[in-house]
């Protein structure tokens, strides 16, 4: 937004104004001086030198003076510049205003000085404009600070993004990568660690408490959102803490996610990945839950080679893929009840709100199409097996009614 320029103060007040432009020098290092004893920020380590200070002082000083005066046209080039630099060097926004305000300060002490007294009409005329002035720049140079500092805090997250990202790389060639990585992110170099896969949307934001809650546990964690899902490394104290951490993602988290088994050093860390991955992927689509690498064994291996899965499951449960859908779906979740309630019939019709006849009909209806018994141990385990592939591995490939 262009900001409209001041009028300029009457022909007298402004050659009043006009005899200051041979001091700017002078003024400049009279104002250093007291910006650097009324603020101490100024003269820690890592903010402005004395040099950036004293530029930035004389730049601004020339630039009010020359409005008041009417030998320069309005600019608030100078503020900005000033707002920019002190939100890069960190010092705070509460100085720079001040140091506005001893500027101020300081070009109306040296009116007065060189006026006709108080009652000087041209002082009253130029008290308003130069206030206003002051004004202006000090609002200007805190919006140029803001803007900066979004800047520099997008920038920021960028760096740590891609920080966090390099963690779950291969780095078996070059060790000490990821150590320098983890220190950097204020990570312990060894420890209990676990990866974290949430299988979620790309543009689905990551629960929010989620890192708090982790953190209440002494849990130190980060996250990269992936294409397909959210990675996280989690360090601990002890193993006991990531078995906690595990129900807490649980209760926070609505998709599947995996977690690894706990490993102690960093370069572990793609192994970790790699489990956590699978172990997400071997919850049912659409059930929510987190399941720790090696407590699902079948659903493991059925995603680890999911074109077997697949056709086991195909040449299994065939005949009853194959019926209408209603049909196909009342069999196939009586079996799943089957296995899910340890292969009670009585349990199942609870479960599913119908007959014992009914659970024993369609489970004899399975046994007629597919040739195998829920009864036989090894016929029972094919069923098992073929029943998982299919739930975890045709999602969108089979189940159209």
């Not at 209990?192 to 790309?202: C, N, R």
């Not at 572990?268 to 689509?285: D, F, H, M, N, Q």
């Not at 929510?288 to 659903?299: C, I, K, L, S, T």
């Amino acid at each position: 937004m262009t900001t409209p320029a001041p009028v300029t103060p009457a022909p007298e007040a402004s050659a009043l104004a006009g005899r200051l432009s041979d001091a700017i020098e002078v003024l400049t290092d009279i104002l250093v001086g007291r910006i650097a004893a009324a603020d101490p920020s100024y003269g820690e380590a890592g903010l402005l030198t004395e040099d950036q200070l004293a530029h930035t002082c004389r730049e601004n000083l020339a630039s009010v003076i020359g409005a008041l005066a009417g030998t320069h046209p309005f600019r608030l080039q100078p503020a900005r510049a000033a707002g920019r630099l002190k939100a890069e060097q960190g010092v705070p926004i509460a100085a720079l205003l001040h140091a506005y305000r001893l500027g101020g300060r300081l070009i109306w002490e040296e009116l007065t000085a060189r006026s006709n007294g108080p009652g000087d009409p041209r002082l009253h005329d130029l008290a308003t404009h130069l206030w206003e002035l002051i004004d202006l720049y000090s609002d200007a140079a805190v919006e140029a600070y803001r803007d900066t500092e979004v800047l520099l805090a997008h920038s920021d997250a960028q760096i740590q993004s891609r920080l966090i990202r390099t963690l779950f790389d291969d780095h078996s060639g070059n060790p000490a990568r990821v150590l320098d990585v983890l220190r950097t992110l204020g990570f312990p170099e060894r420890g209990a660690f676990a990866v974290v896969a949430i299988d979620t949307e790309p543009t689905a934001p990551l629960p929010a408490k989620l890192s708090a809650a982790l953190d209440g546990l002494g849990i130190r964690s980060v996250w990269d959102a992936q294409i397909d899902a959210y990675i996280g490394l989690l360090s601990a104290a002890s193993p006991a803490a990531i078995d906690r951490a595990a129900a807490t993602i649980s209760s926070v988290v609505a998709d599947r996610v995996g977690i690894s088994t706990v490993f102690w050093a960093s370069q572990a860390i793609p192994a970790g990945l790699a489990e956590a991955r699978l172990a997400a992927r071997s919850v049912r689509t659409g059930v929510a839950g987190a399941v720790r690498f090696g407590a699902e064994p079948v659903g493991h291996l059925l995603i680890a080679v999911p074109e077997a899965g697949r056709r086991a499951a195909a040449q299994i449960l065939g005949p009853v893929l194959e019926l209408p859908g209603p049909e196909r779906d009342d069999l196939i979740a009586a079996l799943d009840a089957w296995y899910r309630c340890g292969g009670s019939a009585a349990a199942v019709a609870e479960t599913m709100h119908c007959h014992r006849n009914t659970v024993r009909y369609r489970l004899r209806k399975i046994r007629d199409l597919t040739g195998r018994d829920t009864t036989d141990p090894r016929q029972s385990a094919e069923l098992y097996l073929a029943l998982e592939a299919w739930s975890l591995l045709s999602a969108g490939t089979g189940r159209e009614s």
